[in-house]
Nanobody, 127 residues
Framework: QVQLAESGGGWVQAGGSLTLSCAAS????????TGWFRQAPGKEREFVAA????????QYAASAKGRFTIYRDGAENTVLLGMNSLKPEDTAVYYC????????????????????WGQGTQVTVSS
């Protein structure tokens, strides 16, 4: 069993930056790909970014590419999402999720591929 806890959300003006953190507990974070998703009011949950646990491969949604960076802090068993040049349309609850992956190379983009989810952290970007 893996427990995930997001932190780092908040309020920021358009053009600003935030870094979200996803801390894992319960089991070692190795063997798990990690993804970030977001859900805005009245909208479906959408993929933002993912990172494999071994190869370091990453994948981004078109809306995140060039502005967001997903990376691991192995020493802290944490996956971070650095977000720059934030826009009002980035406003959402951001969730991290983990997917058990024996290959170590996957970066799933579909929510149904993920086994564990955090509770989410709110990001609000004002214009």
């Amino acid at each position: 069993q893996v427990q995930l806890a997001e932190s780092g959300g908040g309020w920021v003006q358009a053009g600003g930056s935030l870094t979200l953190s996803c801390a894992a507990s319960g089991r070692t974070y190795s063997s798990y790909a990690t993804g970030w998703f977001r859900q805005a009011p009245g909208k479906e949950r959408e993929f933002v970014a993912a990172i494999s646990w071994s190869s370091g491969d990453t994948q981004y949604a078109a809306s995140a590419k060039g502005r967001f960076t997903i990376y691991r802090d192995g020493a802290e068993n944490t996956v971070l999402l650095g977000m720059n040049s934030l826009k009002p349309e980035d406003t959402a609850v951001y969730y991290c999720a983990s997917h058990l992956d024996p290959t170590g190379r996957l970066t799933p983009i579909n929510a149904y591929d993920y086994d564990y989810w955090g509770q989410g952290t709110q990001v609000t970007v004002s214009s």
